[in-house]
C-alpha cells in the first residue's frame, strides 16, 4: 500500500512536471530574427538560402532541371528550423522577385541589406553599376579570381565549397596574395541574421 501511494505521488509529480514544461512552451514566444541568410556546404552546387517572415527562399546556382533536387533536400535540412519558425515550405526565388525584403535579377540576389552576385561562369564576370557585398564564387567559373575581383569589386569573395579542390585552393592562393578580402564555405557555412531590416536596393552604393 504504501508502495503504491509512493508511485501515486511520483507519477502527479512527473505529471505536473510535464505541464509545467508545455506551459512555459506556450507562454514564452522565441523571437527570430525577420531575415536569415545561409549558404550551406554543398559539392553539388551553390544554394543562398533566405528566411524572410514565414518563407524560405533559394536561389541556386543548379540548373532548372534539378532544382527539385536542391529544394527537396533543403527541406528535409531545414525541417525542424522551418517548424520552429512556422514555414510550411520551402521555394525557389523567382527571377525578377523585388520587394521590401527581397530581390533578385539574374545572379543578383538582395536579401537582410546586403547583395550576393553568384559567379557559376565566367560570362558573370562583369561590372554591376554598383559595389556588390559578396561575390560567390561557384562551380563553373573558370577563370582569373584577381580579374574577376576587380571587375565585379564585391568587398569580399566567397570560395564555394562546390569548387574543384585545387581550384579552390590555387584562387584562395592568389586572393590573398593579392591581399583581397575572401572566406572559403569549406571552412564552414555561411551565416547572416539581421533583427532590423535594411532596403536591399543598391542605389546608395552605386558606383560613381
Known amino acids: 500500500m504504501w508502495l503504491h501511494r509512493r508511485r501515486m505521488v511520483w507519477g502527479l509529480a512527473m505529471a505536473m512536471t510535464v505541464l509545467c514544461a508545455v506551459g512555459v512552451t506556450l507562454v514564452v514566444e522565441e523571437n527570430w530574427p525577420e531575415c536569415e541568410v545561409y549558404i550551406p556546404r554543398s559539392s553539388t552546387e551553390t544554394t543562398v538560402v533566405v528566411k524572410s517572415g514565414?518563407?524560405?527562399?533559394?536561389?541556386?546556382?543548379?540548373?532548372?532541371?534539378?532544382?527539385g533536387d536542391v529544394i527537396d533536400r533543403c527541406a528535409r535540412r531545414y525541417g525542424v528550423y522551418m517548424m520552429r519558425r512556422g514555414i510550411d515550405g520551402v521555394e525557389m526565388m523567382p527571377e525578377g522577385m523585388s520587394g521590401d525584403r527581397i530581390a533578385r535579377k539574374g545572379n543578383v540576389i538582395f536579401a537582410g541589406g546586403r547583395s550576393f552576385v553568384l559567379i557559376s561562369a565566367n560570362a558573370h564576370v562583369a561590372d554591376y553599376n554598383f559595389r556588390p557585398d559578396y561575390a560567390v564564387v561557384c562551380r563553373g567559373f573558370m577563370g582569373d579570381i584577381c580579374e574577376m575581383a576587380g571587375v565585379v569589386g564585391?568587398?569580399?569573395?566567397?570560395?564555394?565549397?562546390?569548387?574543384?579542390?585545387?581550384?579552390?585552393?590555387?584562387?584562395?592562393?592568389?586572393?590573398?596574395?593579392?591581399?583581397?578580402?575572401?572566406?572559403?564555405?569549406?571552412?564552414?557555412?555561411w551565416v547572416m541574421r539581421c533583427l532590423l531590416y535594411t532596403s536591399p536596393s543598391p542605389r546608395d552604393r552605386t558606383r560613381s
Open 54 to 67: 514565414d518563407r524560405l527562399l533559394l536561389a541556386t546556382s543548379a540548373r532548372q532541371p534539378m532544382e
Open 154 to 189: 564585391a568587398d569580399s569573395v566567397l570560395l564555394s565549397s562546390d569548387l574543384n579542390k585545387m581550384r579552390h585552393d590555387r584562387y584562395a592562393g592568389e586572393l590573398a596574395g593579392a591581399s583581397v578580402p575572401y572566406r572559403s564555405l569549406r571552412d564552414g557555412p
